[in-house]
């Protein structure tokens, strides 16, 4: 609130790395880095199946909108629309498998480690 009121009342302009700090903005990028940015960024999410994608989107728009409970429920039911209908199950039995979830070097690259799993079918 206090963000918002100064950016309406003050009027004044503020450069991109002050708007990503207020959180207007989710990253401020030189010029040169936009392209390349997005790009890496749409094709990484093109990798996730659209099921999964739906889901996060419907959790975190629940997030906002309700207390932590319901958000909470909504995230429980859509793991489990998630799991039922795309490779999620099979790629958290992998996980399992591999013990994953207790590496400390998976820990580190989740990134990438994120990004291996998508492979599986």
């Not at 700090?21 to 997005?38: K, M, Q, T």
């Not at 209908?85 to 480690?113: M, V, Y």
Request: hydrophobic share 40%.
């Amino acid at each position: 609130m206090g963000r918002a009121m100064e950016i309406i009342l003050a009027a004044h302009d503020f450069d991109a790395d002050l708007a990503e700090r207020y959180g207007s903005i989710n990253r401020a990028l030189n010029p040169d880095e936009i392209g390349p940015f997005v790009e890496e960024l749409a094709n990484r999410i093109a990798k996730f199946p659209a099921g999964s994608i739906t889901a996060c989107k419907r959790c975190v728009i629940k997030a906002v909108e309700t207390p932590i409970e319901d958000g909470l429920k909504e995230e429980a039911y859509q793991l489990g629309q998630a799991m039922a209908s795309t490779p999620a199950a099979k790629r958290f039995a992998f996980g399992k498998e591999q013990g994953i979830q207790n590496d400390l070097e998976t820990q580190k690259n989740w990134d990438n480690g994120v990004m291996d799993i998508q492979s599986i079918q």
